[in-house]
């Protein structure tokens, strides 16, 4: 009994101090001028939405008006959680990770 109650808190501690992953917004600096990821892997419908925040990103907004500036701040928000939404990550919360290393143990 004792052994286990000492392993359930060693278990709880590791999950409750590790640090979390997750996938990084920002692409990674790199020292080469080619990308990682060849055009033919990106879908259409991904490449469109990336070219669209390249062209917002080239645009010249100091003769741009603020509202007009607001709704490009709003496209590019909603474009980049589209992508994000895209990018099909699995996410597993602390108390997920904590039940399933229980069950783990007691079976």
Do not use: H, W
């Amino acid at each position: 009994m004792r052994k286990s109650v000492i392993l359930c808190l060693v278990m709880l501690s590791l999950v409750s101090f590790s640090t979390p992953v997750m996938a990084s917004e920002k692409e990674p600096k790199s020292n080469t001028t080619e990308t990682t990821i060849k055009e033919e892997e990106i879908p259409a419908d991904v490449q469109i939405l990336l070219d669209r925040l390249e062209a917002i990103k080239a645009m010249d907004k100091s003769e741009l008006k603020s509202s007009e500036r607001k709704e490009l701040r709003a496209e590019v928000r909603e474009i980049k959680s589209t992508l994000r939404a895209a990018g099909n990550g699995l996410y597993i919360s602390t108390g997920a990770i904590i039940i399933i290393l229980l069950l783990i143990i007691i079976l």
